[in-house]
């Protein structure tokens, strides 16, 4: 079975630190990994997507991910936290048989002037 | 090239009656999914059509049903609403099936009286 872990309910950094919100995954097979930011009263926003290649992913909005297989993680990176940042973020693996995304519970940064 | 539109934005019904929900997939995608979002259980992913074809569903009761048209938009019907059935109900969309991003509506918030 699919699942996603998002150790941490939130994350408090200071503007121009770097922050990471962190994610752990299991699957069967190949994962295919995303990460996804919510901002209130939105939808979610496509950040950027792991699915084969090179380890650091880069996306939308300067954040990046690294994949790492060994430690079953894609955690989110960014060097320098923006005020604009603050939001909801979600990882997501997808079920490799079919097109649906198993959502971790999410993680609430926030990035403090 | 316009996103994933969702209609109605926000609803009120009660107990008993039935809802429909709208979406429209970004030109040329053919895959629409739809989750479900609540506090209490997250992100939940309902099914998946693809070519007029329901492809994937999940763990949800009968009540919860959805269709896709010729033109790819995609609608979902709640029976027999229920409280617990307040949530904010989002839709995406992808252009096929593997490997694919999805793309996500602004969602539809559902308010069950």
């Known amino acids: 079975a699919q699942s996603v872990a998002q150790p941490e309910d939130q994350v408090n950094v200071a503007e121009g630190n770097p922050l990471t919100v962190k994610c752990t995954y299991s699957?069967?097979?190949?994962?295919?990994l995303f990460w996804y930011v919510q901002y209130p009263n939105r939808g979610l926003q496509f950040l950027l997507k792991?699915?084969?290649?090179?380890?650091l992913v880069k996306g939308s909005y300067g954040f990046e991910a690294e994949f790492n297989k060994s430690q079953t993680s894609f955690h989110l990176k960014k060097p320098s936290a923006l005020v604009s940042d603050s939001a909801l973020y979600f990882c997501a693996v997808r079920d490799p048989g079919a097109n649906n995304l198993f959502f971790g519970t999410g993680t609430r940064l926030t990035v403090i002037p | 090239k316009a996103g994933v539109t969702q209609t109605p934005r926000y609803l009120i019904k009660t107990r008993g009656q039935q809802v429909t929900l709208s979406c429209s997939p970004i030109?040329?995608?053919?895959?629409v999914s739809w989750y479900q979002q609540t506090p209490g259980q997250g992100l939940q992913f309902l099914f998946e059509y693809f070519s007029e074809t329901q492809r994937n569903k999940g763990n949800f009761p009968g009540r919860f049903s959805g269709r896709q048209f010729s033109n790819s938009r995609s609608e979902m019907n709640v029976s027999t609403l229920e409280l617990g059935d307040s949530a904010l109900y989002l839709c995406?969309?992808?252009?096929?099936?593997?490997?694919?991003?999805?793309?996500f509506g602004p969602g539809t918030r559902l308010l069950v009286l």
């Open positions: 995406a969309s992808s252009l096929a099936r593997s490997q694919e991003t999805q793309y």
């Open positions: 030109s040329g995608h053919r895959s």
């Open positions: 699957v069967s097979g190949n994962p295919y």
């Open positions: 792991y699915i084969t290649g090179d380890n």
